[in-house]
C-alpha cells in the first residue's frame, strides 16, 4: 500500500480538489476511498483538519428575551385601513363622466 503523503507528493495532487473530485464529504468516505485504492490514511490530526467536527448549536431560547419583529420607532405608523372598501360603500362616482349623446339631432335646433 502508498503511503498518504508519497500519494499526494508524487502525483502533486491538491487535497482539496482530490476530495471535491471524489465527493468524499465525510470521514468515513474519504478512509473508504483510500482503501479502495491502495492508500495508507494520513495521520488523525489531518484527517481531523480535513473534516473537521461539525460545530456544537446550543440551543438557549428560554433565556434569551424575546424581539419584536416590525418597527423599532416608539410611535410606529397605524396600520392603513382599506380605502378602497369606503369608496365602494360611499356612492361616489367612479371618476367616469357620462358623455352626451350627439348622435341624434333635435330638429328644433337645426
Known amino acids: 500500500m502508498t503511503p498518504w503523503e508519497n500519494f499526494i507528493t508524487r502525483r ?16 468515513e468516505t474519504f478512509l473508504a476511498h483510500l482503501e ?8 488523525e490530526e489531518t484527517i481531523s483538519r ?5 460545530p456544537e448549536v446550543k440551543i438557549e431560547a428560554a433565556e434569551a428575551p424575546e ?16 380605502t378602497r372598501a369606503g369608496k ?5 362616482t367612479s371618476g367616469v363622466v357620462p358623455v352626451e349623446d350627439r348622435s341624434v339631432q333635435d330638429p328644433s335646433t337645426s
Do not use: Y
Open 67 to 82: 424581539k419584536k419583529e416590525g418597527p423599532t420607532s416608539e410611535n410606529p405608523a397605524p396600520p392603513r385601513s382599506d
Open 12 to 27: 502533486k495532487i491538491d487535497v482539496n480538489a482530490f476530495i471535491v473530485h471524489n465527493a468524499l464529504t465525510t470521514r
Open 36 to 43: 479502495e485504492h491502495g492508500i495508507l490514511p494520513p495521520p
Open 50 to 54: 480535513l473534516f473537521p467536527p461539525p
Open 88 to 92: 365602494r360603500d360611499s356612492g361616489a
